[in-house]
């Protein structure tokens, strides 16, 4: 065989496979031919650390009649400079180091998030403001003990610090967990990390925020969540076509934030938006033959059976899993669609992605 005939072969046999592969029906690849288990894989458990908690509107108050140094004072030999409006550290209350302060400092208001973990019911966090002028740090109201998830959506620009001591016995270990990054009036909590260095906020007038990036806006208009996933193939006058397209999207839910990895995209820190019912579908696959004789298909119906383009329905989210469109925070950019609805994961053309939620 000459090398010209050998590539010729090669190139026919891989056309043959492009074309084998995609002739395969919808239905021959659709959910209705998946079984329990091949189903239960489109549906992803929100992180356990989605909290519908609601945010105190109080406005965090300086008590100045009771002032704290905090530089050189003898009683106090453990101050740290948190870089940036979030934190997550471990330390210890000793005889030797009494409480300890964590200044941080945020350049416009702010809605604040932080809990204190320890095994230590005595041990408690509360909120300082801190005038570093005078090098005086002064009490607020708004605190918490181990456990408590303290939540305030009036937090103004400045300096501030989280104040960890002991009412009683000392020496054990503890967690401090902060964050600060999101525009101040949130109403709830949407979803954290473990660690509240991610945490998602929601808004009275139904916008989402992520560590103050922009998310979406529920019951809004989120045109920029609209994702088109385009395959062309083309030869010799011939060509493949498969379109997937979801617009004027419904937000049932959201969570994470997680590290998602598929053969199509992936995300560092990203968010899963759970679809509802009403949600615009649209699939559409097509195929031509130069011939002779000349051969053309074309098809708009769906993994399900069902033509688009469609609305999401009560049987699509109750008897198929979740339907999710994968945000990438960083850039905002929706980046893929797990979903039965989407032929490359129902047919197994492409391994169901991986989803890890951050800490």
Do not use: C
């Amino acid at each position: 065989m000459n090398r010209k005939h050998g590539v010729s072969v090669i190139l026919a046999f891989m056309v043959t496979l492009l074309v084998s592969v995609f002739a395969l029906s919808s239905t021959a690849y659709g959910a209705a031919k998946l079984d329990d288990h091949e189903l239960q894989e489109f549906n992803v458990k929100a992180s356990s650390n989605n909290k519908q908690i609601d945010f105190d509107s109080k406005l965090p108050e300086a008590n100045k009649n009771n002032g704290t140094p905090v530089h050189q004072a003898p009683s106090i030999q453990s101050n740290f400079d948190v870089t940036g409006d979030r934190m997550n550290f471990e330390d210890s209350l000793t005889a030797d180091d009494l409480d300890d302060f964590w200044f941080f400092s945020v350049d416009s208001d702010r809605s604040i998030l932080f809990e204190l973990q320890t095994d230590n019911p005595n041990y408690i966090v509360e909120l300082y403001q801190v005038d570093w002028d005078t090098g005086t740090a002064y009490p607020t109201s708004i605190g918490g003990y181990d456990g408590d998830l303290i939540a305030n959506n009036q937090l103004p620009a400045g300096d501030w610090a989280l104040r960890v001591y002991s009412t009683d016995t000392l020496e054990d270990s503890y967690t401090v967990k902060m964050n600060a990054t999101n525009p101040s009036g949130a109403a709830s909590v949407i979803s954290t990390s473990s660690t509240l260095l991610y945490a998602v906020l929601s808004y009275p007038s139904g916008e989402i925020y992520s560590n103050g990036n922009y998310v979406a806006t529920i019951d809004g208009d989120n045109a920029h969540l609209d994702w088109e996933r385009e395959y062309y193939f083309a030869w010799d006058g011939n060509y493949n076509q498969r379109d997937h397209n979801i617009s004027d999207v419904h937000i049932k839910s959201i969570s994470g934030p997680v590290n998602y990895s598929s053969s199509y995209a992936s995300s560092s820190n990203a968010l899963l938006i759970y679809l509802d019912e009403e949600t615009l579908f649209t699939y559409h696959e097509s195929s031509y033959r130069s011939g002779p004789p000349t051969q053309y298909s074309s098809s708009f119906v769906d993994t399900l059976g069902k033509t688009t383009p469609r609305r999401l329905d009560t049987d699509d989210l109750t008897n198929y899993g979740d339907h999710i469109l994968v945000l990438d925070v960083n850039s905002g950019e929706t980046i893929d669609f797990f979903s039965v609805l989407n032929y490359y994961y129902a047919s197994g053309v492409e391994p169901i992605p991986t989803i890890n939620f951050l800490n």
